[in-house]
Structure formats: C-alpha cells, structure tokens
C-alpha cells in the first residue's frame, strides 16, 4: 500500500479538463511545499511534470498545473489530448530517513 | 544535455549479486545527488534509495525493501552512480532507473535497465 493516495484511474475527453489527488498526511504532504508529479508512458521512464507543489519545469505545457490544499494535492490537466494518457505519481518530500514517499498512481485515458 | 544511462541489468539468480552503474553527462555531476528507483512489471514506482552529494557528505539513504542488501556509490571524477544489489530475491526483479535529485524532485530520468531475478 502506498503512503500517498491517488485514484487508480481518471478519464476525459478530448478538450475537457481533469484533475488527479494525491492524498498524504501532515508529515509529508501538509507539511511541505515539496510535491511533485511525474508522467509515464507505456514502456518508458517517467518524467517530471510540477516540482514544489505548482512550479513547471522547461518545457511542460502550461496545461499542466498543481496545486495544494491542507493533505491534499493536485494536478489538474486543461485542454485534454490525446498525448496525455498515461501514468502520473505523485511524490511529496518528509523529514526521514526514508525522505519521499510515492502514490500508486494514476492511470489517466482520454477518452 | 542532461543524459544518464543505466547499465549492467541482466538475469541473475536468486541469492547472487548484480551492480548496475548510471553513467551521467550534461552537468556537473558532483553537485547532485543521485537516486534509484525500480518498477516490477504492471506496477508503479518505488522508490530504492539516493546518494548525497559530497558537499552534503556523499551519505545515503536506502528503502526499508532493500536496506542491508542495496548499496548506493558514486565515482565522481567518472560521474557514475552505482547500485550494487546483493542477495537478490526474485520480487527484486524490475526496471531500474537512475535520476537526479534537483532539491526535492527528480528531474531527469534514465531509460531504465531491466534486472531478472530468476532460477
């Protein structure tokens, strides 16, 4: 079982916006502005999407966007493409030895 | 350009040792740290263990699944990152990545290398 909670699977269609949570607890996710989500194609590595909760990367369509409330993160996706299904996880910092802990992801399918 | 290449995955039996390396370019190598992951087939990410930087002391931190039988090293004047795994067990077996640690996230993966743990 995952630390952090994320809905097995999302969909939309074309055009359409969604959003996926990320669920934690106030030791990781409450507790710091360090989530981060990543997106995984079939048969390929992940790659980094938002870092520090809302910030994009060079490159990352600004379709993509995150966001934090209390425990709660999310990543929210406008303007649906095709593209875009894939995986995503989402990962938030803590203070321990064992410093991230991860989602079980999320399989998003445009419809 | 930010490039790391995993290599040295392979069929192994259960019980013996494998040391896969990520071999980095685009970046000075030393002033990151460095982490593992894996993924076994149909599953999602887990996290394996990183390396600090030596400004921060080149000291590691490991997953409770693999602490004890996983070691995390660097070479920076090769900017390599190992990960020596013994004891292998057959849950063991996974597609590993390398990436680099940019403060809090990982901002640059490799392609994977794909380890089998198998009699």
């Known amino acids: 079982q995952s630390a952090l909670t994320q809905p097995a699977s999302v969909s939309g269609s074309p055009g359409q916006s969604i959003t996926i949570s990320c669920t934690g607890t106030s030791s990781d996710v409450g507790g710091y502005n360090y989530v981060s989500w990543y997106q995984q194609h079939p048969g390929k590595a992940p790659k980094l999407m938002i870092y520090?909760?809302?910030n994009r990367p060079s490159g990352v369509s600004n379709r993509f966007s995150g966001s934090k409330s209390g425990n709660t993160a999310s990543l929210t996706i406008s303007g649906l493409q095709a593209e875009d299904e894939a995986d995503y996880y989402c990962?938030?910092?803590?203070?321990?030895?064992?410093?991230?802990?991860f989602g079980g992801g999320t399989k998003l399918t445009v419809l | 350009e930010v490039q790391l290449v995993e290599s040295g995955g392979g069929l192994v039996q259960p019980g013996r040792s494998l040391r896969l390396s990520c071999t980095a370019s685009g970046f000075t190598f030393g002033d990151y740290a460095m982490s593992w992951f894996r993924q076994a087939p149909g599953k999602g990410l887990e996290w394996v263990g990183f390396?600090?930087?030596?400004?921060?002391?080149?000291?590691?931190e490991y997953a409770a699944s693999v602490k004890g039988r996983f070691t995390i090293s660097r070479d920076d004047s090769k900017s390599i990152a190992y990960l020596q795994m013994n004891s292998l067990k057959t849950e063991d077996t996974a597609v590993y990545y390398c990436?680099?640690?940019?403060?809090?996230?990982?901002?640059?993966w490799g392609q994977g290398t794909l380890v089998t743990v198998s009699s």
């Open positions: 990962t938030s910092y803590r203070s321990s030895s064992t410093p991230w802990v």
């Open positions: 990436t680099r640690v940019s403060v809090y996230s990982f901002d640059y």
């Open positions: 390396i600090r930087s030596k400004a921060y002391g080149g000291t590691t």
């Open positions: 520090d909760v809302s």
